[in-house]
Every structure is written in C-alpha cells, then in structure tokens.
C-alpha cells in the first residue's frame, strides 16, 4: 500500500467564462518515507497539488487514496481529522498567529485535537528544546526571526507525528543560510523520524537535493525522476 | 476542541483587539445600565405612590351611600335611584360583620367657627374616636375625641392645625372653648401638620363627635363609613360581609357602594408596572442596537482573522470547532457588557437615591436578570452569522489572504 495514490486528479477554476485547468489528469504514487521536492514554473499547478494532498481542496475528477482510503468521498469533518493526525503543513509566510507565544502556536494543532493539557504541555516542551527554541518560548513570533519563525513553523506542523509534511516555498522568505538551516531540519524529519517529506521549491539546487523530482508544467507532470510518467 | 480551550481561545482574541472589544463591552454596558436605571426609575415610581397610599390604611373598607354604576354612566338611573341614607345604627352594626375590627363613621358639613372673638368657616368631620387611627393621623397636642362607636361623647373638639393657628395664635388652644353653630365645644387635641387624604387638608378641618354635627346640620345621613378589616386578607370577605349585612338592613336594595382602599391602590400598581416596562422595553432597544454592533465587530474580526482561520483549518479545526470559537467569543463580551451594565445600572440608581433620598429608586430583580439575558440573547445571536462565515470559509483562498 503507498501512503498516496492520485488517479485521474483533475483541477479546474473557473475565471469569468473561461475554465483554467490547474490539474490535468494527475497520476502519481508516493511511498511512505519518500522525499519529494516538486519543482516548475509559476502557475504550473504545484501548490494547486499540495492543497489537494492536504485535503484543503478536492478535485473536480479523480481518485486520491491516503494511506489506502478513498479521501475524496470524505465529509469535510473527517477530512479536517485527518488534516489534524496525519497532515502536517508549512508555509512559505509561516502563518503564525500574531496573538499567541511560539509556545501557544505549537500547541495550536494539540488544542484543536482536544489532547490533555498535561500530554499537550510535554509534547510542547519537548517541541520546543528539539527545535531550539526553549529560550523563545514565551515571545510572540513579531519577537522572533524569520528562521526562528520558521523553527516553531516546523515545530508546530510535527506535533501532532503526522505521517507527511506538506511544505510550500518553506525557504522563500528565508535569506540562504537560514533557508538551508530549515531544510536540514525537514530533512532530518524525514530521514530520521521516515516522515514523508513533499516540498515545492523554485530554487534548483534545494530541489537537487531531494531523492525524487517532479517536475510540473501547465497542469502536468512533466518530468518524474522516478521514471514512471513518460 | 475542549470547552476550556474554546473559552481561553476566544477570551486571547478577544483581548487581542483592546480597542474594539472595549468599545463593544461598553455599548453593552450602556444599554444594560440604560435598562436598569429606568426600571429603577420606574418602579421607585411605583412603591412610592403605592407606599403613599398605604399610609392612609390599606386594611380599609369604604362605605359610601347610593350605588356606583360600573356598567357606564345611566340619566335614568340618577333619577330613578333614591338612595337610602346610611345611618349611625347601620354603621354600629357593621360591627357584627366578621373580620371587622373598628370603623369610623363620618359625617361632614361646613359651620362657622368662632374664639377668641375671632370668626372663619371651616369644615367639621363628625366622627368617633377610632378615627384617628384608622385613617393614620397624628396629633401635635393632647387627645383625641372619646365619642363613642355611635359617635355619642362629650362637647369636645379637635382642631385642625391650620383652624389652631388662625384662632388662637400662638396661645395654648387646650381645655378652651370655641362655639360651632351656635354650640360650646371644649379643644382637646390639635392635629399634626401635614396630612392628606380624600381631598381634604387635615389643617383646615374640625373634628367633633358624629351625633354632635348630625344634630348641628339636623341629619341623621352618614358621608361615608370607614371599615377597618382585621388583615389585608380577610379585605374581600369583609368587603362581601359589609354588602350582605347593608342590603339586609335596607330591606333588600343594594344602593350603597363599597370600595376598598386595595381596588385604587391596584389600579396605581397596575398602571406604573406597565409604565415600567414599557420604559424598560424602549431601553431594551439599545440592547438590540448593541447586539447589531456585536454582528459588526465579529464580521471584522472574521474578515481581520482570515489567514487565521484558514491556518486553524489547515491545521486540524472542524467547522463547528471554528462557529463555537467564535460564538464563545460574541457570548463572552456581551456577558462582560451585560456584568458591567449591572454595575454602572446600580451605580447610577445609588445616584439617584443619594439625591432623592425619599425616592426608592431600587432596580427589581427581574430588570437585572431581564437586562443580561437580553445582552446575552443579542450577542448570541447576532454572532451566530459571523461565526456561520468564520466555518463556512474556503482554507486555501483564507490561507492566501495576509
Ligand atoms: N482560486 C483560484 N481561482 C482561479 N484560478 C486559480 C485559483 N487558484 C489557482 N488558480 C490557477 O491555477 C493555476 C495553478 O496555480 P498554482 O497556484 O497551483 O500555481 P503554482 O505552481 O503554485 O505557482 P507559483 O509557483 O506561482 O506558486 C494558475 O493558473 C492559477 O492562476
Ligand atoms: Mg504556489
């Protein structure tokens, strides 16, 4: 069984009276552990996908299987408790909540899930010293950098021990050496923790170093390193 | 999400936006104060007047001659209808009629005055010595008349305060004599200044024994009877009993009227309730006005937090997690309006009474409870639509948003 199988994914908005097809008939299958950095022009369909992987969005035609469960039928209240177990997001502008402490934001995906607050309290802590942000706990994120932002980003998405991380551009508001921090520690995520890893990235060298490369275009699949579509 | 958590969630954001939630908390505060300090208003007015009334006696049956139409007024009953007079013996044997403690019969007329070589006309109120307490009055000096229950005494006579000053100054009126129609009559007492009732100034009456005024005017007619029944609850019983026994004395007809102190007194309490309410109804309207800005404030707040929300779904939130949120969020701030509503509400009422002190300007309990339930109802369910919209948002149009 492959943690996500997408067949026939179609993806269309309408624009006035012209249809724009964000997705056309998407096949592709990604094994659970895999590293995927997904890669292509602007407006080629890349966060289109992501949303859809992340049950944001549906499709319009197709067949998507989560860890062997048909999702596209789901009620969006089961949709959003997969979203809370097994889903884990980041975003380029990091979408913290002004209001709350980087402690409060980890906590966010815990909150909602209506885990204890003592088991909620360890996991934070915890969450917190992995990503090194002990010190900055009690400070809201416009107290925070931009990399240190991203951190309780991250920290927040692997709270809940999803089974796949779902990143969009996580560096583009990065400087380089902050970017590459973060991506070393989705990469150890993903090498050490075998959480599915899927990153959508401009920068070439970042996607290089992704084990498999999907390149989009118009809607597409243009180019798949693992060699299965032509 | 846990009811904690939804609390404490809805709590951080609504402090988050100090301004707004203020000026939202205030505007409750208002209309809820606005509330109670015009029903306190309104029903200070109210115990007043009836505290006024009660003064007189509310234990009181009234008997008065000829029969009072309730059905409209009718040309050919006035002439039709001769009344029998209520006499002093109808009065004595009102007496017998269970749950009657006392009365006083009252005969009235007008005569001249005369002491000191000094003349006025005053008004003479001919009655026993019960009335003195039935009607609540108080004497500024020595006794009443001892007349007995058929009104039969001694030659004495109790002025008025106003009749005291005219005749005798500043000189001790006791134990002299004043000539009224042509009689003798020694002052005993002198009434105390101030009382009302029945449309006459206690200051300008004279009070005499009944027999004496009735011989005087050459009548045998009584004005009216005052009764008084043993307990407020034994009023009707001994409204019914008085009837039955004056019908009975006069051969079958009912041409008196009885009337009890309570019937006016209701109609006063009945009128100045509605008033209240109807006050309170008009202050309830900013309640309904503030309920409106709650709508305003939490469309802003959804439309401020959209990236926000759209994250929360992102992360988990179910659309009723998202409504709840936002419900609790309208319902904490109206509570909060509505709690210090109650407090500004009391504070003004205390106002009010440190300046009137005699004017009981208390709020009722159900104002207060009127007042928050209707805060609350409003916050509620005006933040019903904007929390429907929060739930109802797309996620990956609301995460695009900044
Ligand atoms: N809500 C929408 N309404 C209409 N068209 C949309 C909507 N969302 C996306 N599109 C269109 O779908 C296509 C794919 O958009 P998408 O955002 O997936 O591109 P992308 O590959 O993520 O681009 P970028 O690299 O600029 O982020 C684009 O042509 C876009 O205009
Ligand atoms: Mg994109």
New binding site residues.
Partial sequence: MSLIELSGIQRT?Q?GDSI?H?LRDIDLTIEAGEYVAMM??????????LNLLGLLDRPNAGTYRLEGRDVTTLSLEEQAHIRSERIGFVFQSFHLVPRLTAAANIDLPLMLAGIAPSERHRRVQQALQEYGLTERAHHRPDQLSGGQRQRVAIARATVMHPAVILADEPTGNLDRATGEEVIHLLEALNTQQGVTLII?T?DQSLGARARRQLV?ED?AIARDSAGITP | MRLADTLRFARDAASGTPLRTGLLVLSMAIGVGAVIILTALGDGARRYVVGEFSSIGTNLVIVLPGRSETRGFNPANLITSTPRDITLEDAQALLRVPGVVRHAPIVIGTAEVNAMGRLRQSMLVGTNRDFLSIRNLKLAQGRFISADVLGRGPAEIVLGAIVRQELFGNENPLGKTVRVGGRRLRVVGVLAEGGQGMGMTTGELLILPAATVQAMLNTNTLFRILIEARSREQLQEVKAGVLKKMIQRHEGEEDVTVITQDAVLETFDKILRVLTLGVAGIAAVSLAVAGILVMNVMLVSVTQRTAEIGLLKALGATARTLRNAFLFEAGMLSLLGGVAGILLGHLGAAILRSFYPTFPAYPPHWAVLAGLGTALGSGLIFGVMPAKRAARLDA??ALGKR
């Fill in positions: 908005f624009l724009v964000a292509g022009p602007s407006g080629s369909g890349k966060s289109t996908m959508v401009h989009m809607g | 990956v149009i």
